[in-house]
């Protein structure tokens, strides 16, 4: 190690003792450190301790801490806020606070070695430190706790003083960028006055920065860029980055009709593209823009999976070839939790994607608010410390330090394959969106703002030693610019109606839309029995040379006992539905918390070897050309979980991706995601989406939290065949709705309803020939019922059909015909028609659900269904969704199930009946 470095280090004990034996007798000592000592001997400084002690400390330590004072704190110290004066922080780095003074200044040190500038003064030091640490640009990354990133970054950043150096030919190509970017944003002021653009003014060296994201990431290896980010900017970025034609967005300024009558659309600064590009340097690039909701951040985790599933299926699990790049708002950086979600994500084995580069558009507002009443931290981006991710804040106006500084970023992120945060101190010029004042609420700030020129004036104004372009070749760098915007412009006139171009298209060849015929009957999903036999056998076998925890051999020996009788259980049906399409070449992932087990303990897809920490996947056993299989278990997150799987399966549709909640009633904490992707992304942005959510649902007296999925929430959202929502009853119908997922030719979201008590119920089982017979059954009829005898016909959906029947048996009612309706969205009408064809002798029609009458599905029938008038039994309206009384509880379900059944008072003439519980003066509605 070299002497200096000791110096450098926490603990001084070792140099410490070694200086001093060379103070008691320098021959004590090698003769290298005795030379390395001798150095100091001209500049010490004597202190006293408070037992009057003397000590001496080299001037040279203190050098050092000086150092390593601007590589901690220099970043408090830059000139990177183009229109405020930075907040003052003490102590500062003058000299007076390491204990130096004026007179050492002109003293030589050694220190300057640790810079790589040799034997040096102590003012050619403090310069060289000043240029590096506090000019442009002010990064954060001492604090990484790996020793081989902290020195790659001195490495990289001392020995130039951090300081850009272009050529200026590639002045010129920077110049060019920020052009394309300022002119856009005035070109917009001019032909759409008052009209919301949410421009990009104040940090229009975005462009450039994205440009060299893309054009040195190209060099660097990266094939695929996917970025995801809000509307600031992003009209700027999806004409002059992703090279979508001027025509159509200056079109789409004028809120033209759709093509397409069945498309609700969504405003222009949401919209998703895809497009290839090729470099500079003749590379093939593929670039991503996701679309994106008003709800800043939520893209993010959105992005993130469309890009681990490009890893995984096109890129062959390389993650240098694939790029994931966001752009955050300083206020939505540091006040949206599902940031922290997101870093928590970037090195997990199932949602790691190589390293994420996050720009910072930061206008330091948010909206109105002031960014110190924004976040108690210092920084916009000081959550990415959480996860040791270097930061840079670079001042927006200096566009050559911005580019540099992506380059810097580009290189760490191909090295490292790790996060990285560039923060660009802007301003917004406007407010929050062109019609806005924003003088009501900074009135201070933005006379400063008036006042400032933007970056492409500033870049522009160099002293003439530093000039890189005429004047002509300005002009016609300009020129160039507007006249293809106006070219744009004219040519948007022509367009009658409107279209959004397609989004990730070449992923979804041979997909077509749904028709509403569609929904009539579902495809045939079964398997043939030898192959349903084969790959159950695969299933249910251990490796030979692995010992296995006792109950482990035994649930595998129950399974494959399963296969001898005939009688498969939910947890047998579901991984035979993957192994199926597994052994089809169809991938499969499955994440959520606790998923590889199971809530309930049910699924056990991961078989932990014992005595340690090895994992044995049964389904990455099927056969030889399988395809490809994975299940995670994920961090406690559902908001940023759910949205990296939706991104996942938006990139593939051949493949079934599905996402499970620990308990159904936790989804609520990803509700953003259901309510702008899940259920709407099709009607605003044009695509397909086949994602599956399987939410536990059941009551089973476990109170509130874990019994409803908030079926009714779903069940509120669909509309125009967005989502399918289903509520199996048999191993067999949820094995072939997975399958149908596969089989139709196209894509719906599938939201599951999964049961927990029916996962041991006896009754809960289906022999192989459902299996291997026909496919989903949207609606299934009593088949112990006679239509001759029926007059009460019972509908229901889930684990009350269960209850139902039990005590129907008891009661010995042949009267009562229990239907199942298994799909409640698309709701199948001609099918439930003709079950009430069939019980044409029914006087008596109700509708049973465990939920309260104001929950569950009872709403969505009665809209959806009116061939008959329909009853319903349920529990009464209430704010909370169950009871905490395991004892009340049972008497509302059997109340329930009596009520069903027709055992009840009749109170009124016109039909309605209830049923009281003295005791608890409860009633069932």
């Given at each position: 190690m070299d002497k200096f470095n000791y110096l450098n280090q926490p603990d001084n004990s070792f140099i410490d003792g070694l200086y001093e034996q060379y103070k008691q007798d320098s021959q004590l000592v090698d003769e290298s450190w005795r030379?390395?000592?001798?150095?100091?001997?001209?500049?010490?400084?004597?202190?006293?301790?408070?037992?009057?002690?003397?000590?001496?400390?080299?001037?040279?330590?203190?050098?050092?801490?000086?150092?390593?004072?601007?590589?901690?704190?220099?970043?408090?110290?830059?000139?990177?806020?183009?229109?405020?004066?930075?907040?003052?922080?003490?102590?500062?780095?003058?000299?007076?606070?390491?204990?130096?003074?004026?007179?050492?200044?002109?003293?030589?040190?050694?220190?300057?070695?640790?810079?790589?500038?040799?034997?040096?003064?102590?003012?050619?030091?403090?310069?060289?430190?000043?240029?590096?640490?506090?000019?442009?640009?002010?990064?954060?990354?001492?604090?990484?706790?790996?020793?081989?990133?902290?020195?790659?970054?001195?490495?990289?950043?001392?020995?130039?003083?951090?300081?850009?150096?272009?050529?200026?030919?590639?002045?010129?190509?920077?110049?060019?960028?920020?052009?394309?970017?300022?002119?856009?944003?005035?070109?917009?002021?001019?032909?759409?006055?008052?009209?919301?653009?949410?421009?990009?003014?104040?940090?229009?060296?975005?462009?450039?920065?994205?440009?060299?994201?893309?054009?040195?990431?190209?060099?660097?290896?990266?094939?695929?860029?996917?970025?995801?980010?809000?509307?600031?900017?992003?009209?700027?970025?999806?004409?002059?980055?992703?090279?979508?034609?001027?025509?159509?967005?200056?079109?789409?300024?004028?809120?033209?009709?759709?093509?397409?009558?069945?498309?609700?659309?969504?405003?222009?600064?949401?919209?998703?593209?895809?497009?290839?590009?090729?470099?500079?340097?003749?590379?093939?690039?593929?670039?991503?823009?996701?679309?994106?909701?008003?709800?800043?951040?939520?893209?993010?985790?959105?992005?993130?999976?469309?890009?681990?599933?490009?890893?995984?299926?096109?890129?062959?699990?390389?993650?240098?070839?694939?790029?994931?790049?966001?752009?955050?708002?300083?206020?939505?950086?540091?006040?949206?939790?599902?940031?922290?979600?997101?870093?928590?994500?970037?090195?997990?084995?199932?949602?790691?994607?190589?390293?994420?580069?996050?720009?910072?558009?930061?206008?330091?507002?948010?909206?109105?608010?002031?960014?110190?009443?924004?976040?108690?931290?210092?920084?916009?981006?000081?959550?990415?410390?959480?996860?040791?991710?270097?930061?840079?804040?670079?001042?927006?106006?200096?566009?050559?330090?911005?580019?540099?500084?992506?380059?810097?970023?580009?290189?760490?992120?191909?090295?490292?394959?790790?996060?990285?945060?560039?923060?660009?101190?802007?301003?917004?010029k406007y407010g929050h969106n062109e019609s806005d004042e924003p003088r009501f609420t900074q009135p201070i700030l933005y006379k400063i703002i008036e006042q400032h020129p933007d970056p492409l004036e500033i870049y522009l104004n160099k002293p003439e030693d530093e000039a890189f372009a005429d004047s002509n070749e300005i002009s016609q760098i300009k020129s160039a610019i507007n006249n293809k915007l106006e070219e744009g412009f004219e040519e948007a006139k022509t367009i009658v109606k409107g279209d959004i171009m397609p989004f990730l298209g070449d992923r979804w060849t041979g997909m077509r839309k749904a028709t509403p015929g569609d929904f009539l009957h579902s495809p045939t999903t079964a398997i043939s029995e030898e192959t349903f036999m084969a790959i159950g056998r695969k299933l249910t076998t251990l490796p030979e040379g692995k010992t296995f925890f006792r109950k482990i051999v035994k649930m595998q020996e129950d399974r494959r006992n399963m296969l001898e009788t005939g009688k498969l259980d939910w947890a047998m049906g579901e991984l035979m539905a993957y192994g199926s399409l597994l052994s089809e070449g169809r991938p499969v992932r499955i994440s959520g918390q606790d998923c590889q087990r199971g809530t309930f303990s049910h699924r056990h897809a991961a078989l932990t070897v014992e005595d340690s920490e090895e994992k044995y996947f049964p389904l990455e056993h099927i056969s030889g050309d399988q395809g490809r299989f994975n299940i995670y278990n994920s961090l406690l997150s559902e908001y940023g979980v759910l949205g990296f799987d939706y991104g996942y399966a938006f990139t593939t549709p051949q493949g079934l991706t599905v996402w499970e909640a620990q308990f159904g009633d936790f989804s609520n904490g990803a509700q953003i995601v259901i309510d702008q992707y899940l259920s709407s992304a099709e009607d605003k942005w044009k695509v397909m989406n086949g994602l599956v959510l399987l939410l536990p649902h059941g009551f089973e007296g476990q109170g509130p939290e874990h019994s409803s999925a908030r079926l009714e929430r779903f069940l509120s959202l669909c509309g125009h065949h967005n989502i399918i929502i289903v509520n199996c009853t048999t191993p067999a119908n949820f094995f072939h709705v997975l399958r149908r997922q596969l089989y139709w030719h196209f894509r719906k979201p599938l939201v599951v309803f999964t049961p927990k008590s029916l996962l041991r119920h006896p009754r809960c089982v289906s022999s192989v020939s459902d299996f291997t017979n026909g496919g989903f059954s949207e609606v299934i009829d009593d088949a112990k019922a006679d239509p001759a005898k029926v007059d009460r016909l019972v509908f229901c959906s889930g684990k009350v059909w269960y209850d139902i029947i039990e005590e129907r048996e008891k009661l010995q009612r042949d009267n009562v015909a229990v239907v199942r309706v298994e799909q409640l969205y698309p709701l199948p009408v001609n099918q439930l028609n003709d079950v009430i064809r069939k019980y044409s002798g029914a006087k008596h029609y109700e509708w049973v659900q465990e939920e309260p009458v104001n929950m569950g599905a009872w709403k969505s029938i009665l809209i959806n269904f009116n061939t008959v008038k329909l009853h319903h039994v349920a529990r009464p309206a209430s704010g909370s969704p169950a009871t905490g009384s395991s004892r009340l509880h049972k008497i509302q379900q059997k109340l329930i199930v009596e009520k069903a059944l027709g055992k009840c008072t009749c109170e009124h003439a016109n039909g309605s009946c209830r049923l009281h519980c003295a005791e608890h003066e409860f009633q069932i509605v």
């Open positions: 030379k390395f000592f001798e150095g100091f001997e001209f500049c010490q400084t004597s202190f006293k301790t408070d037992a009057g002690e003397s000590f001496v400390v080299p001037n040279e330590f203190k050098v050092i801490n000086l150092i390593n004072g601007y590589r901690t704190r220099g970043h408090l110290f830059t000139k990177t806020n183009p229109v405020r004066t930075r907040r003052q922080y003490l102590p500062t780095l003058d000299i007076e606070n390491f204990s130096l003074s004026s007179e050492d200044l002109a003293k030589t040190y050694q220190a300057g070695k640790e810079l790589g500038i040799g034997n040096a003064k102590l003012s050619e030091i403090i310069s060289h430190l000043q240029k590096t640490y506090c000019q442009s640009i002010g990064v954060e990354y001492f604090y990484i706790r790996h020793p081989e990133i902290v020195e790659w970054f001195k490495a990289k950043m001392e020995a130039d003083c951090n300081t850009p150096r272009f050529s200026k030919d590639e002045k010129k190509e920077i110049l060019k960028k920020l052009a394309e970017g300022v002119l856009f944003e005035k070109f917009i002021h001019k032909k759409f006055p008052g009209q919301k653009s949410f421009s990009l003014e104040g940090v229009e060296s975005l462009i450039p920065a994205l440009e060299t994201v893309i054009q040195h990431g190209a060099e660097l290896g990266i094939e695929d860029f996917v970025i995801g980010m809000a509307h600031r900017g992003r009209l700027n970025v999806l004409g002059n980055i992703m090279h979508k034609p001027f025509t159509q967005i200056f079109s789409e300024f004028e809120g033209k009709e759709y093509e397409d009558e069945d498309l609700l659309g969504d405003v222009k600064y949401h919209l998703g593209y895809s497009n290839d590009i090729t470099t500079q340097s003749g590379k093939k690039a593929r670039l991503t823009l996701a679309p994106n909701p008003s709800h800043l951040e939520t893209v993010d985790p959105v992005v993130e999976g469309i890009a681990r599933a490009k890893i995984d299926h096109i890129y062959n699990n390389d993650n240098g070839k694939v790029a994931p790049v966001l752009v955050h708002g300083d206020a939505s950086i540091s006040g949206q939790g599902i940031i922290y979600e997101l870093i928590q994500m970037s090195e997990l084995e199932g949602y790691k994607t190589g390293g994420t580069i996050h720009i910072v558009v930061n206008n330091q507002i948010g909206f109105t608010t002031n960014y110190l009443d924004g976040r108690s931290s210092v920084y916009c981006t000081d959550v990415a410390k959480t996860i040791q991710s270097p930061i840079f804040h670079v001042n927006a106006d200096d566009v050559e330090a911005v580019v540099y500084t992506v380059k810097l970023a580009m290189e760490f992120r191909a090295k490292f394959r790790k996060d990285i945060f560039i923060d660009l101190l802007g301003y917004r």
